[in-house]
């Protein structure tokens, strides 16, 4: 038996671990907390001027003059509802187009089998519901939905901001962003705190 045990502590090797090596969380950015819109506007437009990009605001409502303070110009929105609906309506007349010349032409009262006027209840329906499709899966997609987790998610205070309070995030991938001097620039937007948010 002690020979066992010597051999045991001779060829006895340090335990490897299988699992990953745990890595310290990485900063996502600052997030600040005001208490009203007007301070979430102000303090949105300062930052942007200051030369931010990658910044993302949070209201409990519809804000009036926050999307222009993050300067966001919506340029696609409107081009996927053009297209998509321009889309719809051709389908829809291809569609009766196709049936009623090629398919099945059917000679009624010696009207014309192209007879366009009887088109257009069906062309501009098609045309309006793909258009609202277009809009709906297209702002899904451009807004990174569904998203179930969040960075911001991982601050306990955001909890109200579906509620009462209104939120600033200046994420860490902006090329300005310096952790000090950023923290230092939301302080002086009157923030009511501000937050580290981690990934």
């Not at 300067?71 to 309506?89: C, H, N, S």
């Not at 205070?157 to 952790?179: G, H, K, M, P």
Request: aromatic share 12%; proline share 7%; hydrophobic share 45%.
């Amino acid at each position: 038996m002690r020979a066992a045990a010597e051999h045991m502590a001779v060829t006895s090797e340090p335990i490897q671990s299988s699992e990953a090596e745990y890595e310290a969380p990485h900063l996502y950015g600052l997030l600040a907390e005001f208490d009203t819109p007007e301070q979430l506007v102000r303090a949105t437009r300062r930052a942007y001027n200051a030369g931010y990009r990658a910044l993302d605001a949070y209201a409990p409502f519809p804000v009036e003059g926050l999307s222009d303070a993050l300067g966001f110009r919506p340029k696609a929105v409107p081009l996927i509802g053009l297209f998509g609906g321009m889309f719809g309506a051709v389908l829809g007349y291809g569609m009766q187009f196709y049936v009623h010349t090629i398919s099945l032409p059917v000679d009624v009262g010696g009207r014309p089998l192209n007879s366009w006027p009887a088109f257009i209840p069906v062309t501009f329906e098609m045309g309006v519901l793909f258009s609202a499709l277009s809009l709906l899966f297209g702002l899904l997609i451009l807004n990174g939905h569904p998203e179930p987790y969040h960075p911001v998610f991982n601050v306990e205070a955001f909890e109200r901001a579906s509620r009462d309070r209104f939120f600033l995030c200046i994420e860490a991938r902006d090329a300005r962003f310096d952790a000090a001097a950023t923290r230092q620039l939301l302080r002086d937007l009157d923030a009511r705190e501000v937050s580290d948010v981690l990934e």
